[in-house]
């Protein structure tokens, strides 16, 4: 648990550019700086107008700044590409399938980063 | 942030003083999160909870406090050190006990420097996070600005590090 990654980084982000939970929140356009609190405290994930809000404020990929949850989100579509690649593997073998076959395999062995 | 901090462990610093608290979150040498944090009332009781706000948000595999008996402290941190260590045990958290010494030893060659010189470092290190944090230079009838206790607590976490092989990165 301590050694993966946080849901996101957001705080650290906003501390370094030294503006108030209040700021971030008008620029998010939310009402108030209660619901950046709560991004911070990993109590709520953010919609994607949200993130990519985040990602022009603080001028790092939404995967940087939500690492966590890209993690988690990436191994739970590693989880269903296996079931999409043994659905696969029963299809007769041409080139469409081999192709889907690459695209699985590509997805199920990407290493869970943070670059 | 920029750099990769996939399987590096996630340390939480932690240190009293007569407000509240200093602390710094560090996953590596990258700073997480960094505060001071203050409490009114009853302080002890008030920073245990404080303290165990954060060990539940970002679930450290370190928590790194000064020894309090070999810096002197007073009667009220020693207690509180020992509450904290009891909490971060219960939380399952490792518990890193530093004497001064050694955290001086990570910043000055000779183990000898004022805590002023140690906040230059640090605000050089890493000038994003705690350039703008950094204190005017305390003069004799001064008392201890309270931001010293955010430089305190990146000293003590940095120096709680395991000690690594190749070039440090920097923050």
């Known amino acids: 648990m301590s050694s993966s990654h946080l849901p996101n980084y957001v705080r650290a982000e906003r501390k370094r550019l030294a503006l108030s939970q209040a700021e971030v929140a ?12 709560r991004y911070e405290r990993f109590a709520r994930e953010p919609g994607l107008r949200t993130a990519l809000a985040y990602e022009v404020i603080f001028h790092k990929p939404v995967r940087e700044l939500f690492a966590g949850l890209y993690a988690t ?16 593997e029963r299809l007769k073998p041409n080139r469409q399938s081999i192709h889907k076959r690459a695209t699985l395999a590509a997805i199920i062995n990407q290493p869970v980063h943070r670059s | 942030m920029s750099q990769s901090t996939s399987h590096t462990t996630r340390s939480l610093a932690v240190t009293p003083s007569t407000r509240g608290f200093g602390f710094a979150v560090l996953e590596g040498e990258i700073l997480v999160d960094w505060g001071v944090k203050p409490v009114t009332g009853d302080k002890n009781t008030g920073s245990v909870a404080k303290v165990k706000e954060l060990l539940i ?13 070999s810096s002197r402290r ?19 958290v490792r518990v890193i006990v530093l004497t001064r010494t050694r955290v001086r030893r990570r910043f000055f060659a000779d183990g000898e420097g004022t805590k002023h010189e140690l906040a230059l470092q640090l605000a050089e290190r890493y000038p994003e ?23 305190d607590a990146v000293a003590l976490g940095l120096a709680g590090q395991q000690p690594k092989r190749g070039p440090v990165p920097r923050g």
């Open chain 2, 57 to 69: 948000l970002y679930h450290p595999a370190r928590f790194i406090l000064e020894d309090a008996e």
């Open chain 1, 26 to 37: 008008f620029l998010l356009g939310a009402e108030s700086g209660a619901k950046v609190c």
């Open chain 2, 74 to 92: 007073a009667a009220r941190i020693c207690a509180l050190h020992a509450e904290l260590v009891r909490v971060a045990k219960e939380h399952q």
């Open chain 1, 73 to 88: 989100t990436e191994q739970e579509v590693a989880t269903r590409a296996k079931t999409l690649t043994a659905k696969a």
């Open chain 2, 129 to 151: 996070e705690l350039k703008l944090r950094l204190p005017p230079k305390r003069r004799l009838w001064m008392s201890e600005d309270y931001r010293m206790g955010i430089f």
